[in-house]
């Protein structure tokens, strides 16, 4: 059994969407169930801060060993902050996904576009857990 | 689907350890268990790893003119072979390209040569095609043998106290016929990971128990059982090709590197005429080494390209653990694959610059040549 926070919003992709402390700005990650099919991700591509993305729009890779994964964007909008350290040491995407393993921080164009979402008990039943 | 995926004698152990199963080669295999590719390359490098190779297949070559089978249908000069040495060699067609790579051991009454999983029936077939002109059987072995490779620079301190072979005695890419754990086992000085070590040709009903046995002995020096996501990672670090990626039966093994193990004045063998041909007309291409020089991770099947040119494909690439580099293996034009040589690796549309070298990437492992 993998983690699934309550409070996140999930992509049917394995991306997770976490609210921060700034209104409308979001910390988007991958799943711990992602980072454990994957395996040992080696690197992160990341795009810089001030580019925009649509809605499931691919806006970097996480690489493992064995395979590559494109990144998709949960929602529409504007990225504030890229996360350096997981750029410098990617294993923080497997031990701490949900934490210091984040991958962005995005300023959503339209907070209603989060209805669109998973929610933690979908997300489980997508990934059969 | 096609035919149903096989199993190995130690597919229950991988599943209670925890493993990712995979299909491989006809195999449902681990490619690594809850430690991970990382901790598992790492293990063998520095410590010990235990990697379930039973899928291997091994061909007994055995009566009559058995040597002259061997000669016939693999390119290495057999006849140098003493009893208990084992060489490295190629399989080829009569065009020269190659149909597998194989280790060939020398016994006192017969040889066995060690094929690749996905190659077995082929090559036993075809070895067959040629053995009643030599009097010989091909007998096949793959099912009854299990196959287990104890890697790194731990491995001859954990495998001593559990073997009567003395294994100082066993030098690199020798073998001895003893016993592991009470059991007959062949242990040979091979492996594909650069590090020193074992692998044991040991009868599929004693995996479960040698695999736990080893398993146990090594936990003192930090062993872990290692999957073939850190196979791969371990030996193309050290330049070791693998049949189906950077050997084919498009290539012959001139090109791909492979010359000092193609013997063309040790008599007559199966491809020695197109092989010749080949050198005196001059390689088109060569399989070559190449080291990114941007941070990247280089997969096969990604495009090379050698003055704007697009020039070749990646036939093996992987991030190096131990390097902390994309490396990888190309077939390149001759005059692109010397060392030194700048070329482009395209990773997702993103030309990533890269150097021609000569493999091993990766130059400090324990072996004792």
Known sequence: ?129 | MADELKRTPLFEEHKRLGAKIIPFAGYEMPVHYPAGIIAEHNAVRQKAGLFDVSHMGELEIRGGDALGLVQYVTTNDASRLEVGQAQYSVICQEDGTALDDCIVYRFDDHYMVVVNAANVDRDRDWIRKFADRFGTQVLDRSEQTALLALQGPAAARILQPLTDVDLDAVKYYHFASGRVDGRPAVVSRTGYTGEDGFELYIDAADAVPLWRRLLDAGAAEGILPVGLGARDTLRLEVGYILYGNDLDDRHTPLEAGLGWVTKLDKGEFIGRAALEQRKAAGLTEKLAGFVLRERGFPRPGYDIRWNGELSGQVTSGILSPTLNQGIGLAYLPTEAAKPGTMIEVVIRDRAIPAEVVRPPFYKDGSIHR
């Open chain 1, 1 to 129: 059994m993998s983690e699934i926070p309550e409070d996140l919003l999930y992509t049917e992709e394995h991306e997770y969407l976490m609210p921060t402390e700034q209104a409308n700005v979001y910390q988007v990650g991958i799943t711990d169930y992602a980072q454990g099919e994957l395996g040992d991700i080696v690197y992160v591509e990341l795009p810089n801060p001030g580019d925009k993305f649509g809605r499931m729009e691919v806006f970097g890779t996480v690489e493992a060993v064995k395979a590559v994964s494109d990144l998709y964007s949960p929602v529409a909008g504007t990225v504030v902050e890229v996360n350096e350290a997981v750029q410098e040491d990617p294993s923080l995407v497997n031990s701490d996904p949900y934490g210091e393993g984040w991958l962005i921080k995005i300023r959503i164009a339209n907070p209603s576009s989060l209805d669109e979402l998973l929610d933690a008990k979908e997300y489980a039943a997508q990934i059969g857990e």
